[in-house]
């Protein structure tokens, strides 16, 4: 929030954290420090943090971070989740209307491939491939584009959630759209960083399994040995500019100094952050195999074919099955699991962020004043 000092690099607790007073009563007295209760051993017992939003104003436990993601979900259901229907809504739309524009300008050519009797030529296979690879272009980029939108919606939501103040759908579309461009820019530079590292891994699969193919074992034990090093590479550098996008956001920052900012304010927690992350991913996955485990087993069986049955019969049997109850059922989980992927993950990786700044920085007293 633009009126709330310590959120910006130029906020009064700047980078630098709050200016402590020098000399001999330099020391911390009683009260909430940036690293928790600061007290003489002989004090009183401290009081329970101030809490205005989501989450307490001081360093956030695990339960903390978790806790407050959940909250946020649940008190600003309609503005995130709002937010997040019209996204992939508007994505789904301009997908398809990619591919009827693709199928409308190649249809000659479709009708060329699938003739009876036709052959592969590439008189006709050009235009097919021209055509849906700029679909594919376009689902890239729009995915890009909606991913960006929705870890800056959540951003802003968590603004107001951790002051305690109501995030309206206007509110959060537009301080999220305004932020987007920083924030998919920061995508990007952070996949052109892990791009090698990938390379590296797909490389390293491909020749696997080429290896197996082949039964020679000979390299099994150096792919698997470069396998263990570009693999704590790739999550180093992950973990090292995940506050990168929250940064964009609430700090208004560039892509550079937003990357610039993450790599300073996680170093010292890289184990920290590695660890939550990779424990709201599990709970992710869980929970995508929470929905999808029963419809696996109550999935329709496969019709019978014998040598008798009618080919149309069996292509409806397919058609019943792929668009009956069953096939909204999975859709509606489908969708559920990125919804919350696409919220869940980003809410965590910015309460870390807050808690960083809390810690380092001195921004729960900061955020305290302003909630006032």
């Not at 049955?309 to 559920?336: P, V, W």
Request: hydrophobic content about 50%; some cysteine; proline content about 10%.
């Amino acid at each position: 929030m633009p009126d709330t000092p310590g959120w910006g690099p130029h906020g009064s607790q700047g980078p630098q954290g709050p200016q402590q007073p020098q000399g001999p009563q330099a020391g911390p007295g009683p009260g909430w420090g940036p690293y928790g209760w600061q007290q003489h051993p002989w004090g009183p017992p401290p009081p329970p943090p101030p809490k205005p939003g989501v989450i307490p104003l001081a360093p956030l436990g695990v339960d903390h971070v978790f806790g407050g993601a959940f909250a946020t979900m649940r008190r600003h259901a309609k503005p995130l989740f709002g937010t997040a229907a019209a996204a992939y809504g508007l994505l789904a739309a301009v997908m398809a209307g990619a591919l009827l524009l693709a199928h409308a300008v190649t249809r000659d050519e479709f009708r060329a491939m699938y003739a009876p009797g036709a052959t592969f030529s590439w008189e006709h296979g050009r235009p097919l491939l021209l055509a849906f690879g700029a679909v594919w272009l376009t689902g890239l980029l729009g995915s890009l584009a909606v991913n960006s939108f929705l870890q800056a919606a959540c951003a802003k939501t968590l603004q107001e959630a951790v002051l305690g103040r109501r995030a309206t759908f206007r509110a959060v579309w537009r301080g999220a759209w305004a932020r987007t461009p920083s924030v998919a820019a920061v995508t990007l530079l952070l996949a052109l960083v892990l791009l090698l590292p990938l390379v590296v891994l797909a490389v390293l699969f491909v020749a696997f399994f080429v290896s197996v193919m082949t039964d020679s074992s000979a390299p099994l034990g150096l792919i698997f040995l470069l396998f263990l090093l570009v693999t704590p590479l790739a999550a180093w550098l992950y973990v090292t500019f995940a506050f990168a996008p929250a940064a964009a956001v609430l700090e208004t920052a560039g892509p550079y100094t937003a990357l610039r900012r993450s790599a300073r304010l996680v170093r010292g927690a890289r184990w920290r952050t590695f660890g939550i992350s990779l424990l709201a991913g599990l709970i992710v996955l869980i929970v995508s195999l929470a929905l999808r485990l029963p419809l696996e087993l109550a999935a329709p069986e496969p019709p019978v074919v014998t040598p008798d049955s009618d080919t149309s019969e069996i292509f409806f049997d397919q058609l019943r099955g792929q668009f009956g109850l069953y096939a909204l059922a999975g859709l509606a989980a489908g969708l559920l699991t990125q919804l919350l992927a696409s919220l869940f993950l980003p809410l965590v990786t910015t309460l870390l962020y807050i808690d960083r700044r809390i810690r380092t920085e001195g921004l729960a007293q900061a955020l305290d004043s302003a909630a006032r």
